[in-house]
T-cell receptor, first 114, second 109 residues
Framework: DAGVIQSPRHEVTEMGQEVTLRCKPI?????LFWYRQTMMRGLELLIY????????DSGMPEDRFSAKMPNASFSTLKIQPSEPRDSAVYFC????????????FGPGTRLTVL | GQSLEQPSEVTAVEGAIVQINCTYQ??????LSWYQQHDGGAPTFLSY????GLEETGRFSSFLSRSDSYGYLLLQELQMKDSASYFC??????????FGQGTELSVKP
């Protein structure tokens, strides 16, 4: 199995631009999680899906952030408009029917907003 | 609210044993997980405790005491490659994980 796939691996953009991060979970996994990691705030859960349905989005910072999961093999996290404080590493993770017992993380997208 | 506390840094020598503690305050506790993260890499799963007691996986062991809201990760026979950040994470309802701030382990020769 290829593991969780994320793209792009690196993204540099200017303030005000729209950013779209993509994730392909491990085939057969029912849960998909989006995290953000920064030095100041650590690893934060933004939102998670179960069977393509958003279950908890309480970690989404504000309305500029949105996430979708149109099917079992694809999810996006969109930031519009982006701001410098959004600079972070964004991880996508997936897990099987056991939920959070073991989550498999993708390599992350390092986002820099200038 | 939910909070986890773990030491920010730990240093040990190769071949030694090190214990990384984690205390938590949370509602809806289902279990405690541990993850390892090397610089520039993704977190990788190490262990999970849902019940009190010790879980052993090779050189790594993890312990949980639900009554004390406390757990630890024990690393034995330390190797240089064990230098990394270690995160405890509380599992809540629906598989949601809340991570601690991480402990940076430095293994010296």
């Amino acid at each position: 199995d290829a593991g969780v796939i994320q793209s792009p691996r690196h993204e540099v953009t200017e303030m005000g631009q729209e950013v779209t991060l993509r994730c392909k979970p491990i085939s057969g996994h029912d849960y998909l999680f989006w995290y953000r990691q920064t030095m100041m705030r650590g690893l934060e859960l933004l939102i998670y899906f179960n069977n393509n349905v958003p279950i908890d989005d309480s970690g989404m910072p504000e309305d500029r952030f949105s996430a979708k999961m149109p099917n079992a093999s694809f999810s996006t996290l969109k930031i519009q408009p982006s701001e410098p404080r959004d600079s972070a590493v964004y991880f996508c993770a997936s897990s099987g029917t056991s939920g959070g017992r073991e989550q498999f993380f993708g390599p992350g997208t390092r986002l820099t907003v200038l | 609210g939910q909070s986890l506390e773990q030491p920010s840094e730990v240093t040990a020598v190769e071949g030694a044993i090190v214990q990384i503690n984690c205390t938590y305050q949370t509602s809806g506790f289902y279990g405690l997980s541990w993850y390892q993260q090397h610089d520039g890499g993704a977190p990788t799963f190490l262990s999970y405790n849902a019940l009190d007691g010790l879980e052993e996986t090779g050189r790594f062991s993890s312990f949980l005491s639900r009554s004390d809201s406390y757990g630890y990760l024990l690393l034995q026979e330390l190797q240089m490659k064990d230098s990394a950040s270690y995160f405890c994470a509380v599992r809540g309802q629906g598989g949601k994980l809340i991570f601690g701030q991480g402990t940076e382990l430095s293994v010296k020769p």
